[in-house]
T-cell receptor
Framework: DTGVSQDPRHKITKRGQNVTFRCDPI?????LYWYRQTLGQGPEFLTY????????KSRLLSDRFSAERPKGSFSTLEIQRTEQGDSAMYLC????????????FGSGTRLTVV | SQKIEQNSEALNIQEGKTATLTCNYT??????LQWYRQDPGRGPVFLLL?????KEKRKERLKVTFDTTLKQSLFHITASQPADSATYLC???????????FGTGTRLKVLA
């Protein structure tokens, strides 16, 4: 197991286009989280899954954002009709419970909307 | 409103000294608190977790304290090295939410 994988590492898109990111968590981890991080800020919570169930979505997240985790394995995060304000690093993390182990983060997908 | 505060100014210290970083929070009652290290362009890396009923946790050169009365955690790196230079993030898990809220991080630079 090589940790949490995110694809792509970088994405440049034109405003108004849709983008989709993929996250492959550590296989035995049942929880999967998506965060967004902009320069000089800490990661901002977007949503999380326990197995295939999406348990919480940030109130700050617009309806243009949607995430799935089919079969409780990999997850996708889609942003529709991208805006320049969506430019950020999108981080995926996984964990097994909330105790003892912390999160294992991927290296992130850097999105630039032009 | 809920707030996590970490010193936004960079901390510069001399190699071999102890670095101390602060995390203050308001309007939270975290059951767990974590510290992460983040290098530029990379995801955060988990360092330590401390529970609300623990006062102190150590791991090698790292020490974390958690004072729920002061609503503060201190993160210490003893015998600091230039390789410790990074941004350090604290994160709180409010009881039962299963998600962590992160502070903005403090950038540490250890000078050789």
């Amino acid at each position: 197991d090589t940790g949490v994988s995110q694809d792509p590492r970088h994405k440049i898109t034109k405003r108004g286009q849709n983008v989709t990111f993929r996250c492959d968590p550590i296989s035995e981890h049942n929880r999967l989280y998506w965060y967004r991080q902009t320069l000089g800020q800490g990661p901002e919570f977007l949503t999380y899954f326990q197995n295939e169930a999406q348990l919480e979505k940030s109130r700050l997240l617009s309806d243009r954002f949607s995430a799935e985790r089919p079969k409780g394995s990999f997850s996708t995060l889609e942003i529709q009709r991208t805006e320049q304000g969506d430019s950020a690093m999108y981080l995926c993390a996984s964990s097994f419970g909330t105790d003892n182990y912390g999160y294992t983060f991927g290296s992130g997908t850097r999105l630039t909307v032009v | 409103s809920q707030k996590i505060e970490q010193n936004s100014e960079a901390l510069n210290i001399q190699e071999g000294k102890t670095a101390t970083l602060t995390c203050n929070y308001t309007n939270y009652s975290p059951a767990y608190l974590q510290w992460y290290r983040q290098d530029p362009g990379r995801g955060p890396v988990f360092l330590l977790l401390i529970r609300e009923n623990e006062k102190e946790k150590r791991k090698e050169r790292l020490k974390v304290t958690f004072d729920t009365t002061l609503k503060q955690s201190l993160f210490h790196i003893t015998a600091s090295q230039p390789a410790d230079s990074a941004t350090y993030l604290c994160a709180l898990e409010a009881s039962g939410t299963y998600k962590y809220i992160f502070g903005t991080g403090t950038r540490l630079k250890v000078l050789a």
